[in-house]
């Protein structure tokens, strides 16, 4: 029988660690966080020193008691969820149900290989508390503000909307980026280039830099018309063009450092077209362990939620010897390449990296799926690189007087790749070239000062600024990391909230944008409660969570000093904010029936267009958000050939299923067909392949249902929309959302025999 008993939070790195361990170990999962807030209520007694009132979450009742039991006879119990905040409070509660015993111990590893876990029990520690601590003051202050300010929303807006602490300062990021937008107008401007040509070949292009001295920058100096840059053109055709300055350098290019979790999941959405939720989860799978045939379960990356840059010296010793061997002294740098974390990092794991350089991608291509090869060879380039030599370049600068105008032209050489032979970051659509940048891979003619060139053409061009760009999922993460908003182990989470509460919306090129609700919830939000959606407050807010964690601040201090305004500014905006529930916003349309204007109005289906003069005309359209932000009725045209059955024309009708196409016969003629929608992505990775993206499509008879985007490949298909949590009861990939007449909305388990289901319109009546 085995005499240690070990914990950790997921099944599949259950399954990895019983591989490493052997008979004198038991290895239990979890399934994730077994005590919580409850639903039903606020749970925290704010008289009391905000004291939390901890439950079991339904279908946990009987993982615990499986835990207590597997426990009982243990020479020794280690607590090994994974090595964060979230982890430690994991452990925290399963050590309180646990009961006072003394052979209970808290082990942490960065990696889940053989080596890093027996290392880790044979140094046990104890419970963290300052984490732990500040894991309880981040979700009590999440509840304070989400369940207080939510039934605000429901009585000034409408039912079943929701505010977060740190998603409602997202979607203000969003909302004030769309105004910026919508007050930007553009100015217009012109470059000048000439085409030249000197005693040797080949001709180059050279442009407009400097006009009488100063450096043209397009703000403060710029040339702003075409008669402005006519004037500047008249008589150089017939002037001297002469070689003022030649200059040659040579220029390194340093590689990029290993990725944290913010850079990986910008990355992958630049290079692998992957979301951030989608991200994390394969990442994951290949921490928590991936098949690798007669080798068994094997972590092949280390814990992908870290703010830290810095690599073991044992995985910089591998890798250097990985890069001698296989690209050569001239890739190694003398010394090893280290990298400096940004200042608010709190460093407690290392960089994202493989575990081993034993395992390159080509070796475990066979075994892994097409996402896992994906981005595991990402890690794995961007871990070897950021340990090469420099790439070095010929960089050539000249500059061709003409008149009082400067002209200049770069070229540069790439003389020795250095890193770029195995990486190069990507660089998202908005971010322009540095003038370093400039000119690569263009050669230029050998030119000497004062030699005399022939002009072969002017190339005057007209331009307009441009309003900054709409976020992606990729660039509001960098935006969040560079103003110190969330941490590692929430980006996925926030950016994956603000799109499923109706706040935020996609558009076809992937941008964020605010509808119409998210823009009303902003104004009101901001407007009572201008700290707590304060970015600055925000921020500030996520160091008093480190130092908790540090220990140089009481987590009830913290919260005390962030509540206290926030109740005050609660109460003022119960009588002061406005109410728009029921009015809906104005549009500039016009109601097709009795030509009152039409609103916007918010239901359980999402936003749609209603007439003002409602209850007297009950007229309502649903309306499509076209490029330029406007919006325009949805009405799709019939199609123009007539029924195929009887010859009369067809028209789009509507029933309990949605729109179809069916005869204008009826019910003579019964013949109709569906009207297909494009599939939309649900931001959730299939449960079943993993690879794919769970999607909403439509039946042949028009029905939604949601299935995996792979298919044929897979199978995935389920009618209910599915939901990326676990089963607490049986540990089942995901669950659904079904609506019944006599139960409401309820959330459950598809599993065979199992029968978890939980109400969630009880919990929002006791919530509100």
């Known amino acids: ?209 400097k006009i009488r001295g100063e450096r043209l920058d397009n703000e403060k100096l710029r040339i702003e018309s075409e008669a402005a840059a006519k004037a500047l053109l008249d008589g150089l055709s017939e002037g001297t063009w002469k070689v003022a300055r030649v200059e040659t350098k040579e220029r390194r290019r340093h590689p990029a450092p290993p990725f944290i979790t913010s850079r990986l999941q910008q990355e992958a959405s630049r290079k692998l077209g992957f979301n951030p939720r989608r991200t994390m989860a394969v990442a994951q799978k290949l921490y928590e362990g991936v098949e690798l045939g007669a080798e068994g379960a094997v972590g092949l990356i280390t814990y992908m939620r870290t703010d830290s840059a810095r690599l073991s010296a044992e995985a910089l010793s591998q890798v250097r010897g990985y890069i001698g061997e296989k690209y050569g002294a001239g890739y190694l740098p003398d010394s090893p390449n280290f990298y400096r974390s940004k200042k608010d990092a709190q460093d407690a794991h290392e960089a994202i990296r493989p575990t081993s350089v034993d395992w390159p991608p080509e070796r475990v291509a066979p075994y892994l799926q097409r996402d896992e090869l994906a981005l595991y060879t990402l890690i794995w380039n961007r871990f070897v690189a950021c340990q090469m030599t420099p790439a070095r370049f010929d960089q050539t600068a000249i500059d061709v007087e003409a008149r009082d105008l400067l002209f200049r032209a770069t070229g540069q050489v790439m003389r020795f790749d250095g890193f770029i032979r195995v990486y190069t970051e990507g660089r998202d659509d908005a971010v322009a070239p540095t003038e370093d940048e400039e000119g690569e891979g263009r050669s230029l003619p050998e030119l000497h000062e004062g030699d005399v060139l022939k002009l072969l053409d002017l190339l005057p061009e007209q331009h307009f600024t441009e309003p900054p760009p709409r976020y992606t999922q990729a660039s509001l993460i960098k935006e969040l990391e560079e103003k110190g908003i969330g941490r590692p182990s929430t980006y996925a989470t926030i950016v994956g909230t603000i799109l499923n509460r109706e706040y935020v919306h996609e558009d076809p090129s992937k941008r964020l944008r605010p509808t119409r609700l998210g823009l009303v919830v902003t104004d009101l939000l901001v407007g009572s409660f201008p700290d707590i959606l304060n970015v600055e407050f925000t921020a500030g807010m996520e160091d008093e969570l480190d130092k908790i964690e540090e220990g140089s601040e009481h987590w009830v201090a913290a919260i005390r000093r962030f509540y206290r305004p926030f109740e005050k500014d609660l109460a003022e905006a119960e009588e002061k904010m406005p109410s728009v529930k029921g009015e809906g916003q104005k549009t500039d349309l016009v109601c097709d029936k009795c030509g009152s204007p039409m609103v916007i109005k918010w239901g359980r289906n999402g936003e749609f267009l209603a007439c003002s003069a409602y209850p007297e005309c009950e007229n309502t359209k649903n309306f499509v958000y076209a490029e330029d932000g406007s919006i325009r009725i949805d009405e799709p045209q019939a199609p123009k050939e007539p029924c195929p059955k009887c010859g009369k024309p067809l028209a789009v009708r509507f029933s309990k299923f949605g729109r179809f196409i069916g005869c204008t016969g009826y019910p003579e003629c019964n013949h109709k067909h569906s009207m297909k929608a494009p599939p939309r992505s649900i931001g959730m990775a299939c449960p079943d392949c993993g690879q794919g993206d769970v999607q909403e499509r439509r039946s042949r008879r028009g029905k939604p249902f949601y299935g995996c985007d792979r298919y044929p490949q897979c199978k995935f298909a389920t009618w209910d929309p599915p939901v990326a949590e676990a089963c607490p009861e049986c540990s089942a990939k995901y669950l659904v959302e079904k609506v019944t007449k006599r139960d409401g909305r309820l959330r459950k388990c598809v599993q065979p025999g199992c029968n978890y289901r939980e109400s969630l319109d009880e919990a929002e009546a006791v919530n509100a």
Do not use: C
Request: hydrophobic fraction near 40%.
């Open 1 to 209: 029988m085995a005499k240690n008993l070990v914990i950790v939070e997921s099944p599949s790195k259950a399954r990895t660690l019983t591989k490493y361990l052997g008979r004198n170990y038991t290895v239990k999962a979890s399934v994730g966080h077994v005590v919580d807030l409850p639903k039903s209520k606020l749970g925290v007694d704010v008289e009391r020193d905000f004291r939390p009132e901890y439950v079991v979450i339904p279908g946990k009742k009987k993982v615990l008691d499986e835990l207590k039991k597997a426990a009982k006879d243990k020479e020794n119990v280690f607590l090994a969820p994974d090595p964060d905040r979230e982890g430690e409070a994991i452990a925290w509660h399963i050590a309180q149900y646990l009961g006072k015993r003394k052979n209970v111990f808290r082990v942490r590893f960065n990696e889940i290989t053989k080596k890093a876990v027996e290392e880790a029990l044979r140094n046990p520690t104890g419970i963290d508390h300052k984490l732990f601590e500040a894991q309880t003051a981040r979700r009590i202050l999440d509840r304070l503000v989400g369940y207080e300010l939510s039934p605000l929303l429901w009585k000034k807006v409408r039912r079943g909307l929701s505010a977060g602490r740190v998603q409602s300062v997202a979607v203000r990021l969003i909302v004030e980026r769309e105004r910026e937008i919508e007050a930007f107008r553009p100015v217009e401007y012109w470059s000048i280039e000439a085409r030249l040509e000197g005693p040797q070949p080949p001709p180059f292009t050279a442009r407009l830099f």
